[in-house]
């Protein structure tokens, strides 16, 4: 059966990574969330000092990116494939609010953005892959058979964030989701380097309104007609 590459793109707490996990398992694909490779460098960056509150030493993380390995394992445990900095399980680590503070600016860096790119791309060479970030069907697989951009409103999107922390057990205010999902929105579409937006051919869906479910069967349609035709 014909293999496709499927991009997924989006703002920040769109179900992005859910959607396209389910997606991916339902067709027998594999499944790359490039949104914790970028986290992966930010959690480095963080360990490492190399940026926090008020500062961010740019040029030190571009001569430390050779020091970088990110690597997914499938967790039969999880259901998915974990992701891995230098050897180490960082899955949990990296979905804090510490992290996605800081995670855009990180982004930005055009250094980082050539060097995780190029491991994107070769991830994708086999095709049957579905993979999701900001800049998938832009930049990274610009001529990936199906592109969905995902949106929904940011009071929705910090909703739906803030609940996903509190249930791990992180103690914040919903203010906080929320002021950290409209900043990353802005910094995402107004970076220089691959700045988050819709390609033209995409097709957009707004999930405000749309079940989990909802999403992954209109998107399943959407693939099997590529593949079958």
């Known amino acids: 059966m014909r293999k496709i590459i499927i991009a997924i793109d989006g703002f920040s707490s769109t179900g992005k990574s859910t959607v396209a ?6 067709l027998n694909y594999i499944y790359v969330d490039t949104g914790a490779m970028y986290r992966a460098v930010t959690y480095f960056a963080l360990e490492n000092d190399l940026i926090g509150d008020g500062f961010f030493k740019e040029e030190a993380l571009i001569d ?12 039969k445990k999880a259901g998915f494939a974990e992701v891995y900095l230098n050897g180490i399980n960082i899955e949990a680590d990296i979905r804090t609010l510490r992290v996605s503070k800081f995670v855009s600016p990180v982004a930005t860096l055009s250094e980082v953005r050539r060097k995780l790119v190029e491991q994107q791309q070769l991830m994708g060479k086999g095709k049957g892959i579905v993979m999701d970030g ?6 990274v697989f610009p001529n990936a058979e199906l592109k969905i951009f995902m949106t929904a409103s940011a ?3 910090a909703k739906r964030r803030y609940k996903e922390l ?8 919903y203010e906080d989701v929320l002021e950290n999902v409209t900043t990353r929105d802005h910094i995402d579409s107004t970076r220089e380097d691959s700045p988050l937006i819709k390609a033209e051919d995409a097709i ?6 749309l079940t989990i479910e909802a999403q992954l069967e209109t998107i399943i349609g959407m693939a ?3 593949i079958e035709n």
């Open 155 to 157: 009071e929705t999107r």
């Open 224 to 226: 099997q007609k590529i």
């Open 204 to 209: 957009e869906i707004d999930n405000s309104d």
């Open 166 to 173: 509190i249930d791990r057990g992180h103690k914040l205010s």
């Open 134 to 139: 900001r800049d998938i069907g832009t930049v």
């Open 21 to 26: 996990k389910l997606l991916a398992k339902s």
């Open 64 to 75: 430390r990116l050779e020091d970088i390995s990110i690597n997914f394992k499938f967790s």
